[in-house]
């Protein structure tokens, strides 16, 4: 959990330093900051609770440090999303920012799709709200994450980027 938390602190900082729009390109970085310490955090309690052994106290911290770190995650990937939408820069020639903005074009087109098909077959009522009920929900980066299969089997724990693992190589 703690090295899948830095792969999307990674994502988040690519999707900042790249971001049109200021603001989202500073929620983003605020984000992903918040990520990187809970990932540390997590990481720290983790390596006590195995020095400890099992206790009930250390047990609920564990877990309160996963919860918060999916939090986190979930921040940065809705950050991301409006990153998206705002629009983002050129990637340079670097292969993982390549692989984060073909990512990111994606889940755009997507959502773009999803759209496009909601205004064909519009279920507005009378005042042209749109119903709730039977409406597909837009897609989002989290969906379009869990989407994606685990690649992560036969990758190290630390994934060392000179050794040609990329942002998107682990299964977030």
């Known amino acids: 959990m703690v090295s899948d938390g830095q792969v999307v602190v990674k994502f988040g900082n690519i999707l900042a330093k790249h971001c049109l729009d200021q603001r989202c390109s500073t929620e983003l970085l605020r984000a992903a900051e918040h990520t990187q310490s809970i990932s540390s955090q997590l990481g720290i309690v983790a390596r006590v609770k195995a020095v400890t052994g099992e206790s009930k106290a250390s047990s609920e911290l564990l877990l309160n440090n996963v919860q918060n770190l999916i939090q986190a995650v979930q921040h940065v990937l809705r950050a991301a999303e409006a990153a998206c939408v705002k629009g983002l ?3 340079s020639a ?3 920012e390549e692989e ?6 994606q889940w755009r087109k997507n959502l773009t799709q999803h759209r496009a098909k909601e205004v064909l077959n519009s279920d507005r009522d009378e005042l042209g709200l749109r119903k709730t009920r039977g409406a597909k929900a837009e897609p989002t980066l989290m ?3 869990q989407e994606q299969p685990p690649q992560s089997r036969n990758i ?7 050794k040609g ?8």
């Open 89 to 91: 820069g050129q990637p």
């Open 156 to 162: 190290s724990k630390h994934p060392n980027p000179r």
């Open 165 to 172: 693992h990329t942002v998107m190589d682990k299964h977030l």
């Open 94 to 96: 670097d292969p993982e």
């Open 143 to 145: 969906s379009l994450v």
């Open 100 to 105: 984060v903005a073909s990512f990111c074009q």
